[in-house]
């Protein structure tokens, strides 16, 4: 599967933006989705993931209660909506995928992984 990420910018603390991730391919709803982000100089972060049942969810405490996860399996897109952004939260946003998250979001290895969009939070 091949993922296209977009939806980054400027963006000032406070504001918001709202990141997309479209896959190719008829079978997005088998995988488990995720969005992870890198800073400069720093490791990367797992941000939020749905799992395939999406029963699974999760958002990283540093981001809980003002980014929210989603997916539309018709559309083969997931997104990752922003709110309240801090300087913080300046980074590389990475969507990825794999198969082996029917039911879970994390414990493996990511295989499929979108090129990154940059946001960029201005205090």
């Known amino acids: 599967v091949q993922l296209q990420a977009s939806g980054g910018g400027l963006v000032q603390a406070g504001g918001s933006l709202r990141l997309s991730c479209t896959a190719s391919?008829?079978?997005?709803?088998?995988?488990?989705v995720a969005w992870f982000r890198q800073a400069l100089g720093k490791e990367r972060e797992f941000v939020a993931g749905?799992?395939?049942?999406?029963?699974?969810?999760y958002h990283a405490d540093s981001v809980k209660g003002r980014f929210t996860m989603s997916r539309d399996n018709d559309k083969n897109t997931m997104y990752l909506e922003m709110n309240s952004l801090k300087p913080e939260d300046t980074a590389v946003y990475y969507c990825?995928?794999?198969?082996?998250?029917?039911?879970?979001?994390?414990?493996?290895?990511?295989?499929?992984w979108g090129q990154g969009t940059q946001v960029t939070v201005s205090s």
């Open positions: 391919g008829r079978t997005f709803s088998r995988y488990a």
């Open positions: 749905i799992s395939a049942s999406e029963r699974r969810t």
């Open positions: 990825a995928a794999d198969e082996r998250g029917w039911d879970r979001v994390r414990g493996f290895d990511y295989t499929y």
